[in-house]
């Protein structure tokens, strides 16, 4: 019995120790995993690119301007050029782009909201006669054409015509003047259906009555105004104005040490130019880069954080493996122990029992 016992309590030491290293293995095989992840971890946060804010020099430029006469021109580009210009015998170095105010007759055209047009016949009144709101138009059929100002409305009429070649007024400035110039054949009468008046800025404004022998009936004349109070006049008048305009031109840049434009010559002109140099920074798109990079910098902390939470979190998980592993370590040496003595004592069982045969 003793014998039996033995080799029973062995074999269930060799069992559970067995279970141990089976143990021990699935926990080194975890923290393998849990390095693995961890790894993965850091290299996704190595990987990352740190958000770095805007600068305003990225956003700030150097703009030129230079002056002919009163006319003040800034140059918007540019761009390196070797150009030869056989005429002048000239060889350019840049090719310029550049904006001006340029002075512009233009027509232009000048909505009333509900007019309140009234055509007055009053005998007592004199000859019939239009007006919108308080001001009195004038029949430019009762003009004189030999005055200074029949040659201005002239000129503004013309202007308008093309201008706005779809208005009432062209329209019948076409049937009066059809190669739209000013026909020495025409008289005053020709010109009975345009009307004019001086509206609150001074502008002298046009419009067509639509009355009968017009060329215009309908839409956007006084008399269709005065059937439909509620609908809008368009009038029109010509003015001097103020407009941009964009040139590009081969030019000679100097520039000084520093490479900043000093001066230029533009093509076909003799006459060198000094440059006013400023700089301007484009605030707005400044401050756009400058709430992405905030953006930017949120997203990228919530991500190492999010990667610091997850790497602890591993830790944690390693080192209550580690402490199992420790656990077990100690358990498995117990059992080696124990089965070394139970081994002592199956081999002393067998010595005896040999020994008994033998004597």
């Not at 019995?1 to 080799?7: D, K, L, N, T, Y």
């Not at 067995?18 to 975890?30: K, L, M």
């Not at 340029?102 to 239009?130: F, L």
Request: net charge negative.
């Amino acid at each position: 019995m003793g014998m039996a016992a033995s080799q029973a309590r062995w074999i269930s030491l060799a069992a559970r120790k067995t279970n141990v290293e089976y143990e021990g293995q699935q926990i080194n095989q975890a923290r393998t995993a849990l390095s693995n992840q961890s790894s993965e971890l850091w290299n996704r946060l190595y990987q990352m690119d740190v958000p770095v804010p805007p600068s305003t020099t990225d956003y700030t430029k150097t703009k030129y301007t230079f002056n002919i006469g009163d006319s003040t021109k800034s140059i918007t580009d540019i761009q390196a050029a070797d150009y030869y210009d056989p005429d002048d015998g000239i060889t350019y170095n840049s090719y310029v782009t550049y904006t001006a105010d340029v002075i512009e007759y233009k027509g232009i055209r000048n909505t009333n909201s509900k007019p309140q047009v009234q055509h007055v016949t009053d005998p007592a009144e004199g000859d019939p006669y239009y007006m919108v709101g308080t001001r009195k138009l004038t029949s430019m059929g009762n003009c004189d054409p030999t005055s200074d100002n029949w040659d201005t409305y002239i000129v503004a009429l013309r202007q308008i015509a093309t201008d706005w070649p779809d208005s009432t007024v062209a329209k019948e400035w076409k049937k009066i003047n059809p190669d739209d110039t000013k026909d020495p054949s025409t008289t005053a009468k020709d010109y009975e259906h345009l009307h004019f008046w001086k509206d609150a800025q001074g502008n002298v404004n046009f419009a067509v009555d639509g009355a009968a022998g017009s060329a215009v009936t309908g839409n956007d004349t006084l008399e269709y105004c005065i059937s439909n109070p509620d609908e809008a006049l368009h009038s029109y008048y010509a003015q001097n104005q103020t407009v941009k305009q964009t040139l590009s031109k081969y030019a000679i840049v100097d520039y000084d040490s520093s490479g900043r434009a000093k001066t230029i010559q533009l093509e076909k002109s003799s006459a060198v130019y000094d440059l006013t140099t400023t700089t301007q920074t484009d605030d707005e798109a400044y401050n756009n880069a400058m709430n992405d990079y905030y953006y930017q910098k949120q997203v990228y902390e919530k991500r190492v954080q999010d990667i610091n939470a997850r790497t602890e979190q591993i830790q944690t998980e390693d080192r209550t493996l580690e402490l199992r592993l420790k656990q077990l370590d100690t358990e498995q040496n117990a059992l080696q122990t124990e089965m070394d003595a139970v081994h002592k004592v199956i081999s002393k069982n067998i010595e005896s029992t040999f020994k008994t045969f033998e004597s």
